[in-house]
């Protein structure tokens, strides 16, 4: 009897665990999202209006250089910050962890290093390998 109590005990102790690292992984997403958040708004604020207008050819080249790299900045944390949120809308629908392409569980340990991953390594390997 007492070992049964404890089997009990014991799984609910690893569901909660589980559900523990879920939220702790929501937490860290969420968090993400806000450093994300501002710094698209950072980078939106970024004067451009001189463009165009220096005397010196090099000077347009460094600025036009500039623009675009924070052109590909701001783009890179649009993609990560879609990735994010697709990520927490997961956690509402009840599908987070589980893989896109085959519905399986995504490696806890895959999660913990990126949070919002939407397929298991493996499907990730054969979809790279196209
Ligand atoms: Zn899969």
Same mark, same amino acid.
């Given at each position: 009897m007492d070992v049964i109590i404890e089997l009990i &005990? $014991?799984?609910l102790k690893e569901v909660s665990e589980m559900t523990h690292k879920r939220e702790k992984l929501k937490m860290r997403? /969420? &968090?993400e999202r806000g450093r994300l958040l501002t710094e698209l708004s950072q980078?939106?604020?970024v004067e451009? +209006?001189?463009l165009g207008y220096g005397n010196h050819? &090099? +000077?347009d080249a460094t600025e036009a250089? /500039?623009?675009a790299k924070d052109l590909a900045l701001r783009q890179n944390l649009e993609r990560l910050l879609k990735q994010v949120e697709d990520a927490l809308k997961r956690f509402e629908t009840g599908t987070y962890g589980l893989c896109e392409q085959c $519905?399986? /569980?995504i490696d806890p340990a895959r999660l913990k290093a990126l949070p919002y991953a939407t397929l298991c390594l493996s499907c990730q390997q054969h979809r790279e390998s196209r």
């Open positions: &005990a $014991g799984s997403l /969420e &968090a980078t939106n604020v451009r +209006d001189n050819m &090099a +000077d250089f /500039e623009q $519905g399986k /569980e």
